[in-house]
């Protein structure tokens, strides 16, 4: 571990979602590989995570104020776009870096920032097409040790999970099981919606499903998708543009693009007919989540880190 002279601060690395964990996971990083000291910057009291995700350090919180009082030039700022509304590019003297996660949770994006990186291919083409701002890729990383697939097909449910936390979801549903009426006279699928569960949780409901229904239109990567892809499930629904960095149609999953609800009903017919038929797209989905390990996270953040921030 080199020891580096410098403190990282990480803005909202206890959020309950995701995209915060990334951060964190970033913060963890600098900890680990170059011995600085980590800060979490909240701006809001909240339960570090909610209890949804398990954090190996206890990082000590810090709020705005302080981090402006002792922050300095050597030292490293992380964020996600939402913040971009502080305008901490232009207020802290310190190095910036800002992971690039999304496109859509925020308005306009603070380009004072020192260093960018983008989640998905599809971020980074967003991010120089809007903002002519180059950026390399760093995909984020799921918990194989949590996600993975340890019970056999025919052992597992029928039902098709949907996560339910997205206001766009239920006309989308709607949509489809109209279109999906139309089509076929065979009785409707049968989903099982979820929500606020931890990451444990999560994990083990994908392993006892064979599939996973994802109406999101638009991701900076999707998380939850390549979850149950490790888990085993057959993803089917729209390839939400982020996707694309790990979807391959047809081999590792059943995914249109977004609005295609034909093609997506006549997919759910097909599964649900022959459900046997989906195990090699489950081994393949399976393959395929075996690339976004932590191990391969913290190696392509190191690189970025020692020929960027840390020289």
């Known amino acids: 571990m080199m020891s580096i002279d410098s403190?990282?601060?990480?803005?909202?690395?206890?959020?309950?979602?995701?995209?915060?964990?990334?951060?964190?996971?970033?913060?963890?990083?600098?900890?680990?590989?170059?011995?600085?000291?980590?800060?979490?910057?909240?701006?809001?009291?909240?339960?570090?995570?909610?209890?949804?995700?398990?954090?190996?350090?206890?990082?000590p919180t810090i709020s705005i104020y302080n981090m402006r009082r002792i922050i300095k030039e050597q030292d490293l700022f992380i964020c996600n776009p939402v913040q971009s509304p502080h305008s901490f590019g232009s207020?802290?003297?310190?190095?910036?870096?800002?992971?690039?996660?999304?496109?859509?949770?925020?308005?306009?994006?603070?380009?004072k920032f020192d260093y960018y990186v983008s989640a998905s291919r599809f971020v980074q083409e967003t991010t120089r097409s809007k903002y002519g701002i180059n950026t390399p890729v760093i995909n984020?990383?799921?918990?194989?040790?949590?996600?993975?697939?340890?019970?056999?097909?025919?052992?597992?449910?029928?039902e098709i999970l949907v996560l339910d936390y997205k206001i766009d979801l239920q006309p989308s549903l709607n949509r489809l099981l109209e279109v999906y009426h139309q089509k076929y006279s065979d009785a409707l699928p049968e989903f099982k919606k979820v929500s606020n569960l931890t990451q444990r949780e999560w994990a083990e409901i994908l392993t006892t499903h064979k599939f996973y229904l994802t109406l999101s239109?638009?991701?900076?990567?999707?998380?939850?998708?390549?979850?149950?892809?490790?888990?085993?499930?057959?993803?089917l629904g729209w390839d939400s543009y982020g996707g694309r960095d790990y979807?391959?149609?047809?081999?590792?999953?059943?995914?249109?693009?977004?609005?295609?609800?034909?093609?997506?009903?006549?997919?759910?017919?097909?599964i649900l007919s022959f459900p046997g038929h989906n195990l090699n797209l489950s081994k393949n989905a399976v393959s395929t989540a075996k690339n976004y390990s932590f191990e391969s996270f913290t190696e392509n953040w190191q690189d970025f880190l020692e020929q960027n921030v840390f020289i």
């Open 91 to 111: 207020m802290l003297s310190s190095k910036k870096l800002m992971y690039l996660q999304g496109v859509t949770n925020y308005s306009r994006l603070d380009t």
């Open 140 to 158: 984020p990383y799921i918990n194989l040790s949590i996600f993975h697939h340890d019970v056999s097909w025919k052992q597992r449910n029928n």
């Open 247 to 270: 979807f391959e149609p047809g081999r590792n999953a059943l995914v249109v693009e977004e609005g295609d609800f034909d093609q997506l009903a006549k997919y759910l017919h097909e």
């Open 217 to 235: 239109p638009v991701e900076g990567f999707g998380l939850p998708s390549l979850e149950a892809m490790a888990s085993g499930c057959v993803v």
């Open 7 to 59: 403190r990282v601060f990480v803005f909202n690395g206890y959020d309950l979602f995701g995209g915060s964990f990334m951060l964190y996971q970033l913060g963890r990083i600098c900890f680990e590989q170059f011995g600085t000291q980590v800060f979490i910057v909240q701006n809001h009291n909240i339960s570090r995570g909610k209890q949804r995700f398990h954090y190996q350090y206890d990082f």
